[in-house]
């Protein structure tokens, strides 16, 4: 027996009403507390597993880090940055665009290259999204 949605609004009452939207409202708050990353501080960029450089992002920079590969290079604004060229194949860290999350990072494999940004509401990284 298939029920029509006519049939289904005749169920609800205004208590259910009010218990899906305080549902709803729990959800949103929580998506907004849980997932909302902090004004990033600095970036960190490593090749080959160390530590390339550690700066601020107070100015403007472009940074060029060598790799297997040949030159990452990194450009830096006041509160974000990005991989702007990567001689990597697929081309995927220059295509993840600004970063202006604490916490967000860019990894080009194929160079060993990755950009993170730091800062104190660095909540969720990349592995735990």
């Not at 305080?22 to 907004?32: E, M």
């Not at 990033?40 to 160390?50: L, N």
């Not at 993840?96 to 990284?125: E, F, K, M």
Request: proline share 6%.
């Amino acid at each position: 027996m298939r029920m029509t949605l006519g049939a289904w609004l005749h169920l609800i009452r205004p208590g259910d009403v009010l218990v899906a939207l305080a549902g709803l409202a729990v959800c949103v708050q929580t998506v907004l507390l849980l997932w909302q990353g902090g004004a990033p501080d600095g970036v960190v960029v490593r090749a080959g597993g160390k530590v390339f450089a550690e700066l601020d992002l107070s100015r403007r920079r472009i940074v060029e880090v060598p790799g297997p590969l040949g030159l990452t290079r990194i450009e830096i604004e006041p509160g974000r940055a990005r991989v702007a060229a990567d001689p990597g194949p697929r081309q995927y860290c220059v295509r993840q665009g600004w970063l202006s999350r604490a916490g967000a990072v860019a990894i080009c494999a194929p160079n060993q290259v990755s950009l993170t940004l730091t800062g104190r509401g660095a909540d969720y990284d990349a592995l735990n999204y």
